[in-house]
């Protein structure tokens, strides 16, 4: 197995850009105005008659130019929309009105003269149409100036040599484990994402990493996966501290934890910090809705399968500082364990995310409280849908926003999901047994 740390090999740097003027950004298209600059003029000489402006045609074309004098050539606007040609002999007509702004391209310029013509004025701007995301990942360079995420706490010590399986940190004063999973063929100069998965209740690292088929997906997929160990502090009965009865210090050693691991990983390897998520099960989903609430400054995504928030058992709903794109999963109305509900509990999580605009993701399995039934895709892991939503979001899109509004959902993404609160189709077909490990 290859492995390349930071230690060797240094870190490298990434240029952001600014806005949604993505033109040098590779498959994003952004619906913005076509500009125009004026031509130059031509050599003199006598007037013609004026010729006839043209409208520019709408969609992704620029204006069409006007027409010039009696001999005067139309020049038809492309993406870039250039401007009209005039009439030779004769003074140009004026350009003509671009149609609506369709997908950006380069400025146009003005039409070039005649001979003995004046130069033909440019088309007017094309009005802005509504930017689009398309064919966006994290492996899509940044624009200039785009949001970046703030750089890890500091870690209080010297952060532990990092190996592939079972790793121990020092965080809160004690020794935690947790199991590290990467590709086992890193490549020099290669940044990868990194997703912090948090297992159910009365489970492990090794259940997620197993059952999750994680080191298969992090060699396809190509990421980081940092994978703890709940804490045997008796103050979290339930695993993760989410609930009404867990004092607020237990909530702060366990984003502590999160703060330590992210700092200790990004330190030792190439690392996409603008791609981090949060990624629960359960007990895992309930903490994951908390670990946003109070981290959604490093968070690009987040995803909760059978999770949710405002349910008696479940601590209040914590508003993120940023929105936060978000998969919303759970196994419809008899998804409960122990007391809790969780389709109560996760339609009132995506009543927040729909109230304060977040993009998301609605899945409904109906399968009740199991493991979700992924379809992998041929030669694919068993979760490569799951992954992709997060591999799909990198922290600098802007609010509200996702590349499955301008390119639909993915084929591996499963049919009983859908964009929105409310507009999955409940699964359909036989299910495993329901499995509330309590």
């Known amino acids: 197995m290859t492995r390349i740390s930071k230690r060797a090999t240094g870190r490298a740097t990434a240029g952001w850009a600014v806005g949604c003027a993505l033109l040098g950004l590779v498959g994003v298209s952004c619906g913005g105005d076509t500009t125009t600059s004026e031509g130059t003029a031509g050599s003199g000489g006598t007037a013609g008659a004026a010729g006839n402006s043209t409208a520019g045609t709408a969609g992704t074309t620029g204006g069409d130019g006007g027409v010039g004098g009696t001999a005067g050539t139309a020049g038809s606007g492309a993406t870039s929309g250039s401007g009209a040609m005039s009439g030779s002999g004769g003074t140009a007509g004026s350009g003509g009105v671009a149609g609506a702004g369709g997908a950006a391209g380069a400025a146009g310029t003005g039409g070039a003269a005649g001979t003995g013509g004046a130069a033909g004025a440019a088309g007017a701007a094309g009005a802005a149409g509504a930017p689009t995301f398309s064919g966006v990942s994290c492996a899509s360079p940044p624009p200039p100036g785009a949001p970046t995420p703030p750089a890890p706490k500091t870690y209080s010590g010297t952060c532990p040599v990092l190996v592939s399986g079972r790793n121990t940190i020092s965080s809160g004063g004690k020794d935690r484990e947790f199991l590290l999973i990467f590709p086992e063929d890193i490549q020099p100069g290669e ?14 690292a090794n259940s997620f990493a197993t059952k999750g ?22 103050l979290n009965v339930f695993t993760w501290p989410y609930t009404v009865a867990t004092p607020s210090a237990a909530i702060q050693t366990e984003l502590g934890l999160f703060d330590d691991l992210l700092s200790c990983v990004s330190q030792e390897f190439e690392t996409n910090l603008s791609c981090v998520s949060s990624i629960g099960v359960s007990a895992g989903a309930l903490w994951t809705v908390v670990l946003t609430g109070n981290r959604s400054e490093y968070l690009s995504s987040a995803i909760v399968l059978s999770g949710g928030t405002d349910v008696a058992q479940v601590k209040s709903y914590v508003k993120p500082a940023r929105k936060v794109p978000e998969l919303v999963l759970w196994g419809g109305p008899a998804d409960q364990c122990v007391t809790i509900n969780f389709q109560t509990a996760s339609h009132n999580l995506e009543q927040h995310l729909s109230d304060d605009g977040h993009f998301m993701l609605e899945c409904v ?24 939503f997060w591999l799909d979001h990198p922290y600098w ?25 409310g507009n999955a189709t409940p699964r359909t077909g036989m299910c495993e047994p329901a499995d509330c490990p309590f």
Do not use: M
């Not at 509200?400 to 929105?420: F, K, M, N, R, V």
């Open 191 to 204: 940044q990868l994402p990194v997703a912090f998965l948090w297992h159910w209740l009365n489970a492990s």
């Open 397 to 421: 899109l802007p609010a509200g926003q996702s590349p499955y509004l301008s390119d639909g959902i993915p084929a591996a993404t499963p049919e009983w999901c859908a964009i929105g609160a």
């Open 365 to 388: 399995h109906n399968c009740a409280h199991t493991e979700p039934p992924f379809d992998p895709p041929s030669g694919g892991s068993k979760y490569t849908g799951l992954w992709q």
């Open 213 to 234: 088929e994680v080191q298969a997906a992090a060699n396809q997929q190509r990421f980081i996966a940092i994978i703890p160990e709940a804490d045997d502090n008796a």
